[in-house]
Nanobody, 121 residues
Framework: QVQLIESGGGLVQAGDSLRLSCAASGSTFSTYAMGWFRQAPGKAREFVAAISESGGSTYYRDSVRGRFAISRDNAKKVVYLQMNTLKPDDTAVYYC??????????????WGQGTQVTVSS
């Protein structure tokens, strides 16, 4: 079992930066790939970024590549999402997830409750 708690969301202006954190409980954090997803009002949840178990591989949706960076600290059991040059289209609830798989093809088994990110124009 893995429990995930996100933090770091808030209201910012376009062009600003935010760093989201996701703290995990349990002793098996380093055996899971970690991901960030988001859901905007009236839209389906979408993949944002993922990082492999060791942190050696990262994956991004096209619209955030070059602006967002996912990282993890296995000793602290935390995964981060650094978001730069934020746009109003980035407004959503952001969710952290833990999953299993290989080479970026993951199935997601555990989810956090989400943190709101609002970007004003």
């Amino acid at each position: 079992q893995v429990q995930l708690i996100e933090s770091g969301g808030g209201l910012v202006q376009a062009g600003d930066s935010l760093r989201l954190s996701c703290a995990a409980s349990g002793s098996t954090f380093s055996t899971y790939a970690m991901g960030w997803f988001r859901q905007a009002p009236g839209k389906a949840r979408e993949f944002v970024a993922a990082i492999s178990e060791s942190g050696g591989s990262t994956y991004y949706r096209d619209s955030v590549r070059g602006r967002f960076a996912i990282s993890r600290d296995n000793a602290k059991k935390v995964v981060y999402l650094q978001m730069n040059t934020l746009k109003p289209d980035d407004t959503a609830v952001y969710y952290c997830a833990a999953g299993l798989g290989i080479e970026g093809k993951y199935s997601w088994y555990y989810w956090g409750q989400g943190t709101q990110v609002t970007v004003s124009s």
